[in-house]
Nanobody, 121 residues
Framework: QVQLEESGGGLVQPGGSLRLSCVAS????????MAWYRQAPGNQRELVAR???????NYSDSVKGRFTISRANAKNTMYLQMNSLKPEDTAVYYC???????????????WGQGTQVSVSS
């Protein structure tokens, strides 16, 4: 069984920084694209950043230049470095990954439980 677990959320002042981590564990044969999504109260879940297995990245316009996504394939881990945080970045941040649990199974989408990021003075 595959699990994704996020950590690193919290309360930070505007202009501050946080680093989120997402660790994949369990039965894992291969991890493909990984991504961070976020959902603020009353809003739909939105893509924040995505990184391929070859480390090609793309970002939403709202975070470009402030957030950096990265991954450590040997550790089945993904990161999101968030700098110059703004109140509008406040949301629950979710880890998403495409994973094949075994060599005989096609990839499926997996989600973490989410970690709260709050930006406020």
């Amino acid at each position: 069984q595959v699990q994704l677990e996020e950590s690193g959320g919290g309360l930070v002042q505007p202009g501050g920084s946080l680093r989120l981590s997402c660790v994949a564990s369990g039965s894992i044969f291969s991890i493909y694209d990984m991504a961070w999504y976020r959902q603020a109260p009353g809003n739909q879940r939105e893509l924040v950043a995505r990184i391929t297995v070859n480390r090609t990245t793309n970002y939403s316009d709202s975070v470009k230049g402030r957030f950096t996504i990265s991954r450590a394939n040997a550790k089945n881990t993904m990161y999101l470095q968030m700098n110059s945080l703004k109140p509008e970045d406040t949301a629950v941040y979710y880890c998403n990954a495409e994973i094949s649990p075994t060599r005989w199974e096609t990839k499926s989408d997996y989600w973490g439980q989410g970690t709260q990021v709050s930006v406020s003075s």
